[in-house]
């Protein structure tokens, strides 16, 4: 039963943020195109480095925590999910924030051009 424990893990963390794409209309799954936009980097770049570190012997994951199935080079299935799953979780849980408190500005927001004149003229 514990070859199940990574992936239970990555169901809990989707089961627990998912929701909140519909209690508080977070969009992140809407806007697909911006989710692929930031899952892809994280996919490539981590996704490639667990490879690299697999094929030169410097990374191994315990197959008692696995359900055995991998990727060509070696990646397990549970990795591969994570690189999708965490940031997907992340990105609701920062959605969900947003949403409750719209006053929080994060750095991504559509310039106000009124605000910007007010910041430039201080």
């Not at 977070?26 to 980097?41: Q, S």
């Not at 994951?61 to 997907?88: D, I, K, M, Q, W």
């Not at 947003?98 to 994060?106: G, H, K, L």
């Amino acid at each position: 039963m514990s070859h199940w424990l990574y992936l239970a893990l990555l169901a809990a963390c989707l089961i627990a943020t998912a929701p909140l794409e519909i209690w508080l209309h977070t969009g992140v799954f809407r806007r697909w195109r911006r989710l692929l936009a930031t899952l892809l980097p994280v996919l490539l770049i981590f996704g490639g480095w667990d490879v690299v570190a697999i094929i030169g012997g410097d990374w191994s994951y315990n197959a008692h925590f696995l359900v055995g199935l991998t990727l060509p080079r070696g990646l397990p299935l549970e990795e591969l999910l994570f690189f999708l799953v965490t940031p997907t979780c992340a990105i609701l849980t920062l959605e969900a924030v947003r949403a409750r408190r719209p006053e929080w500005r994060i750095g991504d927001e559509p310039v106000d051009r009124d605000e910007q004149s007010d910041e430039e003229s201080r």
